[in-house]
């Protein structure tokens, strides 16, 4: 069972102009969620991060939005840049009994911004 | 501060035998994870473990995989008479002490094995 979804393989921009990466999410017993950037033949990189009881968390050109009863996330990249092009993988973290700290990660989705 | 170190970045083996896959985390990190990522797909959980203690193995196959990480030393996994389906890239992450309300987890580089 996939219980974080990212349902977009790919997304497309301009440079300037905003991104958007969603993610959903079926299992309520997560205390973090967390967007890692990914380049090939590297390890991810920590981006940003967003505790479940807030809905939104900012750092730079990076905000990260959590709608709990919609059990959807998203990240916001404003103004998109050539280097933000990589493979963004959204990440639940477990909150308690077995599943505490583990991550669960979505498919991924591939951003390319073309300048 | 150095970052996870994962060594070998690549390796290959032949069906049958055994691979090993090291990890040292972050200088002051105490907890590591074993992930594994084949190839069109995320990133899916393996292992959690602290020093000389295996916290979470419920992403571990039954057989043939195992995982350490001793008192001194990297975490090891080890992976006994591999097959093709082994062939992915593993990665570790480390973090401090998840009582101090940290929660992210920093990745190495990750170990490519291909089985031939």
């Known amino acids: 069972d996939q219980q974080v979804k990212q349902n977009s393989p790919s997304l497309s921009v301009q440079e300037g102009r905003i991104s958007i990466l969603n993610c959903d999410y079926t299992n309520s017993m997560f205390d973090y969620f967390l967007w890692y950037k990914k380049y090939p033949a590297e390890g991810p990189t920590f981006l940003i991060s967003i505790s479940s009881i807030k809905d939104k968390n900012e750092d730079g050109r990076f905000t990260v939005f959590l709608n709990k009863s919609a059990k959807h996330l998203s990240l916001h990249i404003v103004p998109s840049q050539p280097g933000d092009s990589a493979v963004y993988f959204c990440?639940?973290?477990?909150?308690?009994?077995?599943?505490?700290?583990?991550?669960?990660f979505g498919q991924g989705t591939i951003l390319t911004v073309h300048p | 501060n150095a970052g996870v170190m994962q060594n070998p970045r690549h390796l290959v083996r032949r069906r049958g035998q055994e691979a090993r896959l090291r990890c040292s985390p972050m200088k002051g990190h105490s907890h590591v994870y074993w992930y594994r990522q084949l190839p069109e797909e995320g990133l899916k959980f393996m292992v959690y473990?602290?020093?000389?203690?295996?916290?979470?193995e419920s992403g571990m196959p039954k057989e043939r995989f195992s995982a350490e990480f001793p008192k001194e030393g990297p975490s090891i996994l080890r992976i006994q008479q591999v097959v093709r389906g082994d062939s992915a890239a593993y990665f570790c992450?480390?973090?401090?002490?998840?009582?101090?309300?940290?929660?992210?987890?920093?990745f190495g580089p990750g170990t490519r094995l291909t089985v031939l």
């Open positions: 992450a480390s973090s401090p002490p998840l009582a101090g309300g940290s929660h992210e987890q920093f």
């Open positions: 990440a639940a973290r477990g909150a308690g009994g077995t599943s505490y700290g583990k991550l669960t």
């Open positions: 473990l602290q020093k000389e203690n295996i916290i979470d």
